[in-house]
């Protein structure tokens, strides 16, 4: 594989990956009856629509299309979690220990892409690494939710 196909590759799956975080988080949402809690999903999903945005970008640029899709595996544990709130409710402690399971997971992604081997521009390593700091920033604030709630 070319390495100019690796970065393409590398990109559209970050791009699937917030994909997946943007699908979880209406998900999330929608099951929230907190004005509060709401407002910090969608904030979430708003972040993960820029990122996308930026990153279809440098797709373009390499001259790859737009990435649209999700992960199968984000596939999976939304059903997952679709089936998980069925039988145990959609309490605060429930939906943000889940929205922390994908955060954990969008953490590995990023630190995968950010650690392989494949060559790319400095402007994309650093747009990828100012993402997962952002992202970061989210995952911890889901966790200091997720732990306040369970006192």
């Not at 059903?79 to 922390?100: A, I, N, Q």
Request: glycine content about 4%; some cysteine; overall charge negative.
């Amino acid at each position: 594989m070319l390495q100019d196909e690796k970065l393409v590759t590398l990109l559209s799956d970050l791009v699937k990956i917030n994909n997946d975080r943007i699908e979880g988080y209406k998900s999330a949402k929608a099951a929230s009856n907190d004005a509060d809690v709401k407002a910090l999903f969608q904030h979430m999903i708003n972040d993960s629509v820029k990122y996308v945005a930026e990153l279809n970008q440098q797709l373009q640029a390499q001259g790859a299309d737009a990435e649209t899709d999700t992960t199968i595996s984000g596939k999976l544990y939304r059903t997952w979690m679709s089936v998980k709130t069925t039988f145990t409710g959609t309490d605060r402690y429930s939906l943000f220990s889940s929205c922390e399971y994908g955060e954990d997971a969008v953490q590995r992604a990023y630190a995968d892409a950010l650690g392989s081997d494949v060559s790319m521009p400095y402007s994309v390593r650093e747009l990828i690494a100012g993402q997962q700091a952002n992202l970061k920033e989210a995952h911890d604030t889901i966790k200091s939710y997720r732990d306040v709630v369970s006192q």
